[in-house]
């Protein structure tokens, strides 16, 4: 008892003694793709009422390829081509544009899915006005560009209004603790442009 009480002594005596290493600061170069993705951004200058200009979009394509003893088959779906400009202004504002492309039909403009104005003071509050995406369920809430799946489930776009209905409305969200909110009140019809403001109206709230 006496032996092993010492060993445990000195032992806790060593770990106490050992010096803490500093945290390694690991510094890693841009890769290309960091260089490809910043020619986006045409300015940037947070000491001017203009903060920053840049332009914005997605491509979202499918390609499947079956090989079979039954015979082959392919395809391929081009299921999004968006492009957009942001504006970062006076510290706080955010004015977004984005519109959509079919490339394969005649005329290739598909509408205007997004035109909105958010004004942001702090963490704990933003307001937004303008045609936006009513984040209603989890998955619509999520950017169809950072969907870890191809696309939304059958389950959330029964019940959601869907990502080609952006709405036009107003909404507020923040952050206060751990609390997160989100409040809404949009358009009920949705079109390639702003929509009908006088066809009824809908909500949205989540805590």
Do not use: C
């Not at 003694?17 to 500093?22: I, N, S, V």
């Not at 003893?69 to 942001?86: I, P, V, Y």
């Not at 909105?116 to 369920?137: E, H, M, N, V």
Request: avoid cysteine.
């Amino acid at each position: 008892m006496k032996l092993t009480a010492s060993l445990l002594f000195i032992s806790s005596a060593l770990v106490a003694g050992t010096p803490t290493k500093a945290p390694i600061d690991i510094k890693t170069e841009p890769s290309a793709f960091d260089h490809l993705w910043s020619l986006a951004t045409l300015y940037k200058d947070k000491d001017t009422f203009i903060n920053e200009v840049s332009l914005f979009g997605r491509v979202h394509a499918t390609w499947t390829a079956v090989d079979t003893d039954h015979g082959d088959w392919s395809d391929w779906e081009l299921r999004r081509l968006r492009a957009g400009l942001r504006v970062k202004f006076a510290d706080q504002f955010d004015l977004k544009t984005e519109v959509r492309f079919l490339p394969f039909e005649d005329p290739i403009y598909d509408g205007l899915t997004e035109a909105s104005l958010t004004w942001t003071p702090d963490a704990a509050f933003s307001l937004s006005i303008g045609k936006q995406l009513p984040r209603y369920t989890q998955e619509g809430a999520i950017s169809s560009s950072e969907l870890l799946t191809i696309e939304r489930s059958l389950l959330a776009n029964t019940f959601w209004v869907g990502e080609d209905n952006y709405s036009t409305g107003i909404s507020f969200a923040g952050k206060a603790g751990a609390w997160q909110y989100y409040a809404a009140a949009l358009s009920g019809e949705s079109d390639k442009a702003f929509g009908k403001l006088n066809a009824g109206w809908y909500g949205v709230a989540s805590l």
